[in-house]
Nanobody
Framework: EVQLEESGGASVQAGGSLRLSCVVS????????MGWYRQGPGNECEMVAI???????SYGRSAKGRFTVSRDNSKATVFLQMNELSPEDTAVYHC??????????????????WGPGTQVTVSS
């Protein structure tokens, strides 16, 4: 059974940093592209970062220059380092296997795996 478990979310002041972790099980991490998506207070969904199985990275517009995605296949863990946080970063952050979009307003395919999420709250 594929499982994704995020951790590291917290309440921080603007300008602070957080490091999110996602521990996976039920599959071999080095066989999958992985991503981080977030859902804000209005349930809007945004791609934050993607890291491919061979280590290439891409970022959403709001994350570029501030966030860094990485992976440690030996520990079955994906990370998201977030710096210079602002209140606009307040959201639930989800770890995603083989990212292919948010599917807002429609059900995600049954084999599209998301973790339950970790809450990040940034106060001004």
């Amino acid at each position: 059974e594929v499982q994704l478990e995020e951790s590291g979310g917290a309440s921080v002041q603007a300008g602070g940093s957080l490091r999110l972790s996602c521990v996976v099980s039920g599959f071999t991490l080095d066989s999958s592209d992985m991503g981080w998506y977030r859902q804000g207070p209005g349930n809007e969904c945004e791609m934050v970062a993607i890291i491919t199985k061979d280590g290439r990275t891409s970022y959403g517009r709001s994350a570029k220059g501030r966030f860094t995605v990485s992976r440690d296949n030996s520990k079955a863990t994906v990370f998201l380092q977030m710096n210079e946080l602002s209140p606009e970063d307040t959201a639930v952050y989800h770890c995603v296997k083989d990212p292919r979009g948010c599917f807002v307003g429609s059900p995600r395919p049954p084999n599209y795996y998301w973790g339950p999420g970790t809450q990040v709250t940034v106060s001004s």
